[in-house]
């Protein structure tokens, strides 16, 4: 084991290396023959399907109170017929998409690094390699797949769902008709709002499955290993959100998106 002051640097730039490396092998492994389905279909289910109600309730609060919080600001300024414009467009653009990927950082990327954890200290991963299944392509790229296809999925659900949410909150202390609330809504919304958001979600769906992966398959010391394993899987997951949706934004800003 490496010591010294430089010890934990070292430690953390040997992790980066060896995940960069971890992330790389989807690619390859991806177009050999022999996908695993019937796997593919039951992760998409518990990452899509089961983080449903989760996402859709969250995303239901989250555009009732941005709307009914940034309501006396826009009286203040006379603004208050921008509400249903600046509102959506803060919905769609960042904060549903990274809300959604936060709640499934927490919920597929910790159950995804538990699950791979719980398999390497009682090595069940090992017996598969053994019995010549090849586990990288059985377990992380069916996982990392499902997690890079229904991050958009959720997303685009949490962002109507939020716009409902948003439509109640306009009408609390004020009256917006449903057809001027989504006319508006519309009238301020273009393709260069809605591609670059939607985007964005593969990458996050890519990090949080591959950092779950990672952390879970590589898992050891026993039961403290995987619950340090689910746990750093959210930590790093969340932080890889932040990091790319900056860089996402950064790129929209370049191209003139923005």
Known sequence: MASGPLAPLRETLDDTGRMAAFAARFFRELFRPGFEFSEFLRQSYYVGYR??????ITAFIMGLVITIQSRPTLVEFGAEAWLPKMVSLSLVREIAPVITALICAGKVGSGIG???GSMRVTEQIDAMDVSGTNPY?????TRVLATSLMLPILSILADGVSLYGSYLGANIRGVVSWELFWNQ???VMNY???IPAFI????????????????????????????????????????????ID???????????LN
Do not use: H, W
Not at 137 to 141: A, K, Q
Not at 203 to 211: L, N, Q, R, S, W
Not at 246 to 256: H, S
């Open 114 to 116: 538990a699950e791979l």
């Open 185 to 187: 809504v519309f009238e």
């Open 246 to 256: 900056l860089v996402a934004v950064q790129i929209t800003d370049i191209l003139g």
């Open 200 to 243: 964005k979600t593969f990458f996050f769906g890519y990090a949080i499955g591959m950092v779950g992966c990672y952390k879970g398959y590589f898992s050891s010391k026993g039961t403290e290993g995987v619950g340090r394993s689910a746990n750093s899987a959210v930590v790093i997951a969340s932080l890889l959100v932040f990091l």
């Open 192 to 194: 260069s709002d809605l």
């Open 51 to 56: 983080s449903l109600p989760l996402v859709a």
């Open 137 to 141: 392509r059985y377990l992380v790229v």
